[in-house]
């Protein structure tokens, strides 16, 4: 068993840093890490950052030393695990993500449609560089991916790294997880009982067995008990009883795309200024604060509160258990104890294809129930997809590989497919328009194209 290992965090003055850090503080994952670089672009943000990780409680086990790198390529070496969550552009990008797109009549998100599409040519450029790196530097190392958006950037990566990059997201285990609970299956830390199916943000849950039976369709067919979690609010009882299955919340953004377009639209501010504004002075305040845990802390809820606010009422608010946290981090910590323990863990991870969906290409990166052990991570055995389910992924594989070819190869022709083919961009016109929208908006993705 390894223990001791050095983590670098890539995007190390990322608000969420903090979660990882206190869970590696935990059970069952304390002792396992024991030292930790921070790496950022804004140097000042990971100074702040590891004033909170200072301010933390100290459980039974040491926690972790930790130490700010002015470079990656002064943090990589002696790498055992990199965690990267890089905002590439920060905050005003993903504004200009989402006004871009709205003033074109589409949808502005941060990771669905267009603005999915001009966020990833922009960090998966940059997230090339950090896999270069790694494979220079730190070549036996593995990269945990919560870089947006994951599964594009994961499917990039791969062709420098292999099966040594694997890609995280918590929004289809927490899925899994509020369905379970609400239907009383006991999972046990085994997704045996689960068929999960999809891509980054855009899946299904089909399948809930508790060992003898399939407890999901009595929970599709039980109003009270959808209204008691997050996603059976946000789609109600018809759709998911329709589908036979439970969406990702991501897949609000299609299912109701033009409630979801109006109500954006109609908003005095996006989810990116609001958050741009929430945190303008959150950084000097964090390095100035006699308790930056609890100026940390305050600021974590309010910015967990305001997640997906278009898919709900003014009224309606989160639930305690979503405001609480305990999401993405604990799913990356599963991946780094089981890469360097060898323990055998069953997570729903962002992997290569290879046979599990043949109608997909082989190299594709789709999010399914996965085994991770020291050898990496693997897809499990899945059921075909259905027409509906097939349809909507592979129209969105094809957008993704295309924003993947246009990002590293520097192609226009291939972004302009990728905006002209996305089921949310309903006109060659709109995605021409978007597309050189972006281009003045950024104008370093312009001056990027090849001749």
Known sequence: MSTGATLVIVGGGGFRVPLVYRALSQAPFAGLVSRVVLVDSLPDRAHAIARVL??????????????????????????????????????????LD??????????GQETVGAGGISYALRSIPDMMCVATLMRDLAPDAWLIN????????????????GHRVIGICDSASGLVTRAARAAGVDLRGSLAGVDYVG????????????????????LLADAPRLAGFEEGRLFGPDLPRVLGALPNEYLFYYYFHREALRSIGAADRTRG?????????LFPRLVAA???????????????????????????????ADLAGGGYERVALQVMRSLLTG???????????????????????????????????????????????????????????????AAVHRDRDAALRAFAGHPLVDSFHAATRVLVGYEEAFPALKASWSD
């Open 54 to 95: 200072g301010a933390l409680p100290s459980g039974a086990v040491p926690a972790p030393s930790v130490r700010v790198a002015a470079r990656l390529e002064e943090a990589l070496p002696g790498a055992d695990l990199v965690f990267a969550a890089v905002r590439s552009g920060g905050a005003d990008g993903r504004v």
């Open 98 to 107: 989402e006004r871009v797109a709205l003033a074109s009549g589409l949808l």
């Open 146 to 161: 919560f870089t947006n958006p994951a599964g594009m950037v994961t499917e990039a990566l791969s062709a420098v790294l």
């Open 199 to 218: 891509l980054n943000h855009l899946g299904w849950l089909r399948r809930l067995d508790d060992g003898g039976a399939d407890r999901l369709p009595g």
């Open 273 to 281: 200024e609001t958050l741009r504004d929430q945190q303008a002075d």
């Open 290 to 320: 006699e308790d930056p845990l609890a100026v940390w802390e305050a600021a974590r809820r309010e910015r967990e509160s305001g997640y997906l606010a278009e898919a709900r009422t003014a009224e309606e608010e989160r639930d305690e």
């Open 343 to 405: 323990r055998r863990a069953e997570l729903i991870l962002n992997v290569r294809n290879g046979a599990t969906f043949g109608a997909l290409p082989a190299d594709a990166v789709v999010e399914v129930p996965s085994v991770v052990d020291a050898d990496g991570a693997r897809p499990l055995p899945a059921a075909p997809l259905s027409a509906h389910q097939l349809g909507l992924m592979a129209a969105v594989k094809a957008v993704e590989q295309d924003t993947v070819r």
